[in-house]
């Protein structure tokens, strides 16, 4: 498996603009996380799905953001519009159903990020 | 919610020597899971150690060894015979049990910056 995947690497844009970062998970996992890191606040939750559905969006930080999986295999992470303080690393994360007792499957494993600037 | 606290914004070992990083964590949970994740400057996240609350037994994946005091809620992470890839940002990480408590998602402190000199 090629591991979770994530584009743009990074992004630069303009404020106002919309910014749309995306992921494939790993196959088969039916959690998907997407983290935020900034230096101020390091690496925390945004939002998180189990089996393609919006289970926790508490840590999406305002109205602007938004998150979709329409698929196991997809999902977006949106901003509308962009702002100078969004600018830090997107990460998203997946991983299967914790299996008590199997700790191979008890692993949450990250894409390499999204870096973004906005300008 | 739990909390997760490194206090060692920057830590620096020579190569080939032993460092220590420190990790607090409050929680009234009784099971969980402890981690300690890598931060290359690529950014890519990398699970260097995973420690079960209910063992006893303190984990070690080669030069990696964590060293797991429960009733204190201290979970340090030991790097021996250090190397200049060992340079990173070091994440120690809780996570729950409870499917309720954000779908086991992990619960980040806020890095140690690990410095290795020749």
């Known amino acids: 498996d090629a591991g979770v995947i994530q584009s743009p690497r990074h992004e630069v844009t303009e404020m106002g603009q919309e910014v749309t970062l995306r992921c494939k998970p790993i196959?088969?996992?039916?959690?998907l996380f997407w983290y935020r890191q900034t230096m101020m606040r390091g690496l925390e939750l945004l939002i998180y799905f189990n089996n393609n559905v919006p289970i926790d969006d508490s840590g999406m930080p305002e109205d602007r953001f938004s998150a979709k999986m329409p698929n196991a295999s997809f999902s977006t992470l949106k901003i509308q519009p962009s702002e100078p303080r969004d600018s830090a690393v997107y990460f998203c994360?997946?991983?299967?159903?914790?299996?008590?007792?199997?700790?191979?499957?008890?692993?949450?494993?990250f894409g390499p990020g999204t870096r973004l600037t906005v300008l | 919610a739990q909390t997760v606290t490194q206090s060692q914004p920057e830590m620096s070992v020579q190569e080939a020597e032993t460092v220590t990083l420190s990790c607090t964590y409050d929680t009234s949970e009784s099971d969980y899971y402890l981690f300690w994740y890598k931060q290359p400057p690529s950014r890519q996240m990398i699970l260097v150690i995973r420690q079960e609350a209910y063992k006893q037994q303190n984990a070690t994946e080669n030069r990696f060894s964590v060293n797991f005091q429960k009733a204190a809620k201290s979970f340090s992470l030991k790097i021996s015979d250090s190397q200049l890839g060992d340079a990173a940002m070091y994440f120690c990480a809780y996570r729950s049990l409870q499917s309720s408590n954000s779908g086991y998602a992990l619960n980040f402190g806020k890095g140690t910056s690990l410095l290795v000199t020749p």
């Open positions: 196959s088969g996992h039916d959690y």
């Open positions: 994360a997946s991983r299967s159903s914790p299996f008590l007792g199997s700790a191979s499957t008890d692993t949450q494993y």
